[in-house]
């Protein structure tokens, strides 16, 4: 069963920055597209190919936001730069055993972290 854990979280000043990290476990990375997404409600911020080649984002972090990923840690990243009071959220990430192509819309992600809780205040 993959294992995905999440860290990096923290409480950033608006328009500071900060790092989400997201390391997978008992299985290959490489096999997985992941996405990072906000929690309650859930919304999908950004996806990155299982090789990395292709990524979209969410139209509110677009242009702030970069995810990017590292087979060989096996680790995904998530680089929130300008953050803004509404990007607060618990981001966790998610896996779906797909390989070169984006993460698959309207199909249920197969393995997620609990989370790291981001907090945007002055």
């Known amino acids: 069963q993959l294992q995905l854990v999440e860290s990096g979280g923290g409480v950033v000043q608006p328009g500071g920055s900060l790092r989400l990290s997201c390391k997978i476990s008992e299985g290959t990375a490489a096999y997985y597209a992941v996405a990072w997404f906000r929690r309650a409600p859930e919304r999908q911020v950004a996806c990155i190919s299982s090789?990395?080649?292709?990524?979209n984002y969410d139209h509110s972090v677009e242009g702030r936001f970069t995810i990017s990923r590292d087979n060989a840690k096996s680790t995904v990243w998530l680089q929130l730069n300008n953050v803004q009071p509404e990007d607060t959220a618990i981001y966790f990430c998610?896996?779906?055993?797909?390989?070169?192509?984006?993460?698959?819309?309207?199909?249920?992600?197969?393995?997620w972290g609990q989370g790291t809780q981001v907090t945007v205040s002055s």
């Open positions: 090789g990395g080649r292709m990524t």
């Open positions: 998610a896996a779906w055993a797909v390989t070169e192509r984006l993460c698959p819309s309207g199909r249920p992600y197969d393995f």
